[in-house]
């Protein structure tokens, strides 16, 4: 069972940088999609930016991004392991949410019922 540990969430004030954390317990094999997601008090879960990799060949596909963080956020995977990355970059207060990790064995997709494996969520809360 694949779980996964977010950290890096807490204050910011906009414009500064922020860089989340997401740890998978296992080595992945095959092609495997990690990302981001949010949910904003009263809001539904939304995309926010995925990455997807094939361990075997070392190919990291291109990542995607929701548009609103698109030229903003930067999300980057570590080696070959289930390891990814979030910099957050000039943050605003729209961006204030519980930011959560997800895995899916396979391709990518933007909807969150495709990922079996969730982090619990780590909080990113942005003042003007």
């Known amino acids: 069972q694949l779980q996964l540990v977010e950290s890096g969430g807490g204050l910011a004030q906009a414009g500064d940088s922020l860089t989340l954390s997401c740890v998978g317990s296992v080595r992945t094999f095959g092609t495997f999609t990690m990302g981001w997601f949010r949910q904003a008090p009263g809001k539904e879960r939304e995309f926010v930016a995925t990455?997807?990799?094939?361990?075997?060949?070392?190919?990291?596909?291109?990542?995607s991004y929701a548009d609103s963080v698109k030229g903003r956020f930067t999300i980057s995977q570590v080696n070959t392991e289930a390891v990814v990355n979030l910099k957050m970059n000039s943050p605003m207060p729209a961006d204030t949410a519980k930011y959560s990790c997800a895995a899916l064995p396979g391709e990518t997709s933007r909807r969150p019922n495709d990922y079996p494996y969730w982090g619990q969520g780590t909080q990113v809360s942005v003042s003007s």
């Open positions: 990455i997807t990799w094939e361990p075997w060949s070392g190919s990291v596909s291109r990542p």
